[in-house]
């Protein structure tokens, strides 16, 4: 698949202000500071499409964007703000939670993970937290190029390694970079062929 059109549509702080529609959505979502706006800007090919920060935190609202007229990318808050107040962090668990159990439309959830990292108690539990609650989600370990290739594939290894203590199967994953443009096709690719096994369920 290829993007040929991504146009901001609307934020949201809360979810009866998202927006009314049936198509599908596939929203990303990941710790503080793992590249998450990057890696939207690359798969969109727009550097200023969603707004990237060194400053964790800076995705406070559910953010809307529709790609080819035909789905919906979303950008949502992440978890683990080690500076962000106690309100706050209630709050955005709750938008997050509030999205990921009511949304009917949502076809995916991409939970970032930081491919330099050893594998973090707060990803392993907010994946736990989805396989509980029957949310489909997909893994995309980011910053590839962060690593060396024997680095990365060391590091790989290891973080399937500690999930599958706690999944027999594990669910679909993707090596991604934005500067490298790594995991690009893999991605839109599974989002293009979910969104035909919809179509197909909506036409049965």
Not at 16 to 29: K, V
Not at 176 to 193: N, P, R, W
Request: aromatic share 10%; proline share 3%.
């Amino acid at each position: 698949m290829i993007i040929k059109k991504a146009i901001f549509k609307q934020s949201a702080a809360r979810l009866q202000d998202c927006p009314r529609s049936t198509l599908p959505e596939y929203a990303f979502i990941g710790r503080s500071n793992v590249g998450k706006s990057s890696l939207i800007n690359m798969l969109c090919g727009n550097n200023k499409l969603a707004k990237t920060s060194s400053t964790p935190g800076k995705t406070q609202l559910i953010n809307y964007f529709i790609i080819n007229d035909n789905w919906h990318l979303v950008d949502l808050p992440g978890y683990g703000f080690a500076k962000t107040s106690k309100s706050k962090r209630d709050k955005f668990e709750v938008i997050i939670s509030d999205y990921c159990l009511k949304r009917e439309n949502l076809a995916c959830l991409f939970v970032l993970i930081d491919s330099r990292l050893p594998l973090q108690q707060i990803d392993l539990e907010f994946m736990q937290w989805c396989s509980s609650k029957n949310i489909p989600f997909a893994i995309i370990y980011t910053k590839a190029d962060k690593n060396s290739k024997a680095e990365l594939a060391r590091n790989i290894k290891n973080l399937e390694k500690d999930l599958h203590q706690h999944w027999d199967e594990l669910p679909n994953s993707f090596i991604s970079s934005a500067e490298k443009k790594t995991g690009k096709e893999d991605v839109l690719e599974f989002i293009h062929f979910r969104n035909e096994e919809i179509k197909k369920v909506d036409q049965n």
